[in-house]
């Protein structure tokens, strides 16, 4: 978990091709009280899950160091 401000921001990752909801990241939400939560992946391409769960290409990561927009 990091902390942004005032906002609680969970990570995860994932060894898919694209990310998709599973249960565990409602629990995560909730258990932790998380305002976002970032699912970094493998892949190029940088997509919504929900309005509160991002799947973040691991280049972009590397490549920039800033997940959260």
């Known amino acids: 978990m990091l902390v942004k401000g ?22 995560a939400l909730q258990n932790l009280e998380l305002h976002r939560l970032v699912v970094i992946y493998p892949e190029v391409q940088r997509f919504p ?14 490549g920039k160091g800033v997940p959260f927009r």
Not at 6 to 27: H, T, Y
Not at 50 to 62: C, G, H, K, S, Y
């Open 49 to 62: 899950l929900t309005d509160r769960i991002d799947a973040v290409p691991l280049a972009e990561i590397a």
């Open 6 to 27: 005032s906002e609680r921001i969970g990570v995860a990752r994932k060894r898919v091709d694209a990310p998709q909801l599973s249960p565990w990241m409602w629990v």
